[in-house]
């Protein structure tokens, strides 16, 4: 029987807020959905290619927040839906 802890599992997905410091956008860090942090980057992806911002302005705290991000966020259909028709942040 070997010890020690199993193998840890990489993520599916993993997008730019992997980056970040933020302890809540850490937590986004392997939705399917193409975050950004709130930036001239994102501005700057949304004028060149001409879509509206998705604006997400969850809280750590916040019961609905993580609602939503378990039944959306996470949801793989959805995250290429955002990702695909909007800059979202």
Known sequence: M?????PATL????NRLADERSPYLLQHAH??????????????RAKKEDKPIF???GYSTC??????????????EIGRMLSENFVCI
């Open 11 to 14: 993520p599916k997905h993993t």
């Open 31 to 44: 939705n399917p959905v193409d975050w950004y942090a709130w930036g001239q980057e994102a501005f700057d």
């Open 2 to 6: 070997a010890s020690g802890s199993p």
């Open 55 to 57: 604006l997400s302005v």
């Open 63 to 76: 019961h609905w927040c993580h609602v939503m991000e378990r039944e959306s966020f996470e949801d793989e």
